[in-house]
């Protein structure tokens, strides 16, 4: 089984140095040792789950991306496909059956499309394909999710935002990712004493839970430009004052690491109006579901990005942040470089191995560079290509391995 917290040194130049060049000491958060596969003969279990919507066709494509740069790089892969979600709730009626867990758990990293669709909209909660997403995030315990908003050069017009606002952004967006208000209890439906019918949930955080997201978040602040922002709502919920109280204690241990507190409207705002002040934001369970969405779109498409989810032991898990886009689904639309990239986040930071993650994020630079584009990141003078299409050119560039920053 893969050590998983570890968090390596990415000598890649932009846009993929979400962890970049201040040291080269490989850094590890875990106690668990690194994957230590003789170089020779590397052979890894990954389980695949490929879900709903677009899932299937960007998985199809990470694999075989994945195929390629392990025969170029001598390692060998067992994927094992589960299932999760929308397709497993068809198949045996739950959302997250016992065997795609216990498979997850015993392989060495995860990597998963997306789930959920109309279809499944209106079940009960504990039949709605997101049920299964959080339940395989707390069985595979990955409190830890890293999501990196990097402007991409060749995209930089693809944002929303002006040009100079865009251009140069790299942040990473550290969430924690098995506590807080989506898994706090009480929470339920009831009656009120005035016999009207309420939905209520539990915002809570334990010290330790704090301590453990907060140390990995400084590690990684510590690893790119040494500045940490954590983002709360200290001034009205006591589970952020607890959340300021120890970020600000383990602060002490990080005096490399320059920390700053904002409570989210305010960070929402700057994150729009000057994304560039960030460097790495550490939030709690949903702040960071929001924060990241909305820093994905100041690079132009959440198609792009990729996220990593990791714990202090176990296999990580991998998938892109976008869901399952059922009204493109089955068109061969959908953008596979999220799905990619995060491909590479789990060679690199699932199983340490560098050399191939490089070669993936060196590929789909290149893809950008020859001008490839799926509909969402497409603009006048590239080519607009279907999910397949640009995955066999991603294929063409990892053979060509075209070093990162080649034009
Ligand atoms: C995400 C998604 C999930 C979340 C949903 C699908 C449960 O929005 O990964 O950001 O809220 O965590
Ligand atoms: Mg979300």
């Known amino acids: 089984m893969a050590a998983s917290l570890q968090v ?10 979400t962890l970049s060049s201040r040291s080269s000491t490989p850094l590890r958060c875990s106690a668990a040792p690194p994957p230590s596969k003789s170089h020779s003969h590397r052979r890894y279990t990954i389980t695949l789950l490929p879900g709903d919507g677009i ?10 991306v994945l195929l390629l740069t392990g025969s170029l790089e001598g390692i060998k892969y067992d994927f094992r496909e589960m299932l999760l979600g929308g397709a497993a709730l068809d198949a045996t009626g739950v959302p997250l059956p016992e065997e795609t867990l216990s498979v997850a758990k015993q392989s060495d990293a995860v990597l998963l499309g997306a789930i959920g669709g109309y279809k499944w909209d209106k ?3 504990h039949l709605k394909p997101e049920t299964g997403l959080l339940q395989i995030r707390k069985g595979l315990q990955v409190f830890a999710n890293l999501r990196p908003a990097t402007v991409f050069p060749q995209l930089v017009d693809a944002s929303t935002l002006k040009r100079e606002i865009a251009e140069g952004v790299d942040l990473m967006v550290v969430r ?15 009656t009120n004493e005035n016999g009207e019918e309420i939905g209520y949930n539990t915002e809570v955080y334990a010290a330790h839970e704090i301590d453990r997201i907060a140390h990995v978040a400084f590690k990684i602040a510590q690893k790119r430009q040494g500045r940490l922002c954590s983002v709360d709502k200290a001034n009205v919920l006591e589970a952020s004052m607890l959340w300021r109280k120890r970020v600000s204690a383990i602060a002490q241990k990080y005096p490399d690491v320059e920390l700053s507190h904002m409570y989210v409207d305010n960070a929402s705002m700057q994150l729009i109006r000057y994304p560039k002040q960030f460097d790495t934001i550490v ?24 996220s990593a989810s990791l714990g202090d032991s176990g296999p990580g898990l991998f998938e892109p942040i976008h869901g399952s886009a059922p009204d493109i689904a089955g068109q061969d639309k959908a953008n596979p470089f999220a799905t990619v990239l995060s491909a590479a ?27 490839l584009r799926t509909a969402d990141i497409y603009s006048a003078g590239t080519k607009l290509v279907g999910c397949k299409q640009l995955g066999e050119e991603i294929l063409k560039s990892v053979e060509s391995n075209v070093p990162a920053g080649a034009v």
């Open 176 to 190: 924690e990712l098995t506590g807080g208000i989506y898994f706090g209890k009480p929470r339920g439906f009831g």
């Open 123 to 125: 079940n009960e909660k």
């Open 55 to 64: 899932g299937p066709e960007v998985i199809s494509v990470a694999k075989d």
């Open 283 to 306: 939030t709690n369970n949903i702040f960071g579901d929001i924060l990241s969405d909305e820093a994905s779109m100041i690079t132009g498409s959440i198609g792009m990005l990729p």
């Open 345 to 371: 986040m789990l060679l690199r930071y699932g199983l340490g191995e560098d050399k191939a993650a490089e070669r993936i994020e060196n590929a789909v630079l290149d893809t950008l560079n020859r001008g």
């Open 8 to 17: 390596f040194h990415s000598k890649l130049v932009r846009p993929f140095h």
